[in-house]
């Protein structure tokens, strides 16, 4: 199907991060947009005003009319949506051209030049950091992003002239095998997704496949130190990143007084004193990644020192809601234990001396199972830990599969308790909090403000 010609798109599981990406996008080309999602959310009420028509009972009846011709309307349904799904099934029962959000990306990206960011953690922060840097420069790109940028305030940049297209690449379903990227950064091969995956061996072996699908005269730019063994085509340069070493990394690195201030060195130049506009210490790498890519695409050095100094972040990534002198409240995405260990240990960077308290929603009955101990460990880093229930997501439960493991295995010592997520609040407002961080990928999220207000209120009493 020619996305210029059809009239109408269709999405199963519209109030995804990735999926609203694509929602905008065919609103900006003018075309008729509808969808089920399971649940209202902020995302779907901005979608809304924005022109989608969106339910959110899983019913055919309220399928639009402009939806039902087969021969002008193109359907996108996220993995994360059951196979079994009535409106998918009706879909696929009455002919009508089917896709996943990323084959849709694929797509769309194929007719320009991609530049892809993957990895089990860091892709939606990096990826955000190039775009802003490709955005405000005289390169510009179109972007399609996991999270919100807080520059923008959406998921999606379009330029009518650029030739680049920044994608999170998700490895999720292998779905970024669907991807032609100019060039790509990996941030990290930590296995996740074993439901999907089965072994590290298989997972591993994805994303040496996706390396493959980097086009000749690209480049691959991997983070130093990955199990991974790439194996590009004739023509695709490889380069290594980190913070320390490697082709493109950080020197003279100065963190204090809330900033961080880095030289970046590439190959063939050294940019000094890029002032993180987000100072959190995993944005020195992340930042490295995003700045190479820039450099090989023909962003200026000053156009680079000012876009970082200028990026604002991504919503849900080291989110701060409240930074006192005696007081700091943030909310960090961060599900898999290499991603919590690596958010703690930013954190800890930047409040070496105060009390850290995490609250814990783990993310999949799954993912639990498989990395129980891996996540006590991380969240051993902490001061203290309040867990709640597993957020479920697209799953069913597992028996003897709770938050419990993760429990019974922090360090001896630590302060620690289990709680349901809504006496969250009711336990804060007993509990002296120094620095607090809200870690994961489930729906703890909507109880921030309110835990934002509470310690407010407490504070100024």
């Known amino acids: 199907m020619n996305i210029e010609t059809i009239k109408s798109v269709y999405f199963v599981g519209a109030g995804g991060i990735g999926m609203s990406a694509l929602i905008r996008y065919f609103l900006s080309k003018g075309k008729f947009v509808a969808g089920y999602d399971r649940t209202p959310s902020e995302l779907t009420g901005h979608l809304i005003a924005e022109g989608a028509q969106i339910h959110y009972e899983e019913n055919t009846g309220l399928i639009p009319e402009n939806c039902k011709d087969k021969e002008s309307t193109l359907v996108v349904y996220t993995p994360a949506i059951p196979q079994e799904h009535a409106e998918l099934v009706y879909f696929r029962e009455n002919g009508f051209e089917i896709h996943k959000r990323s084959q849709v990306l694929g797509t769309i990206t194929r007719s320009s030049k991609g530049l892809c960011v993957a990895g089990t953690h860091g892709k939606t922060t990096t990826s955000t950091m190039a775009a802003h840097l490709f955005h405000q420069s005289h390169v510009g790109c179109t972007a399609f992003l996991g999270g919100i940028s807080k520059n923008y305030g959406t998921n999606l940049l379009l330029s009518p002239t650029s030739p680049y297209t920044v994608i999170e690449a998700d490895e999720f379903d292998r779905s970024f095998h669907w991807l032609s990227p100019y060039m790509s950064v990996i941030t990290s091969t930590d296995p996740d997704h074993l439901d999907i995956y089965g072994t590290r061996e298989a997972y591993l072996e994805s994303f040496r496949h ?238 921030v403000p309110s835990i934002a207000r509470l310690l407010e209120q407490r504070s100024k009493a």
């Open 210 to 447: 996706y390396t493959t699908l980097i086009q000749p005269g690209g480049a691959l730019i991997i983070r130093k130190g990955l199990a991974l063994q790439p194996d590009v085509q004739p023509g695709v340069k490889t380069y290594t990143y980190s913070r320390d070493e490697g082709d493109f990394h950080a020197e003279n690195i100065r963190i204090g007084n809330g900033e961080i201030v880095i030289d970046f060195i590439a190959p063939d130049t050294r940019i000094n004193d890029i002032r993180l506009g987000v100072p959190i210490g995993i944005n020195i790498e992340n930042g490295v990644a995003a700045m190479a890519l820039a450099h090989l695409n023909g962003v200026t050095d000053e156009e680079i020192r000012q876009g970082m100094a200028s990026f604002r972040g991504v919503d849900r990534r080291f989110d701060f809601k409240i930074k006192t002198d005696s007081l700091v409240f943030l909310s960090d995405y961060a599900h898999h234990p290499a991603e919590i260990a690596q958010s703690v240990k930013s954190i800890r960077e930047l409040y070496r001396d105060k009390k850290i308290t995490a609250i814990f929603q783990p993310h999949l009955y799954t993912r639990t199972r498989d990395f129980y101990k891996d996540f006590a460990d991380s969240l051993s880093l902490l001061d203290e830990v309040i867990l709640t229930e597993i957020y479920p997501a697209r799953e069913q439960p597992i028996p003897g599969v709770s938050s419990q493991l993760i429990y019974d295995n922090l360090r001896p010592g630590i302060e620690k308790c289990i709680c349901r997520k809504e006496d969250i609040p009711d336990l804060l407002s007993k509990k002296p909090v120094e620095v607090l961080i809200v870690l994961g990928a489930g729906d703890l999220d909507n109880y």
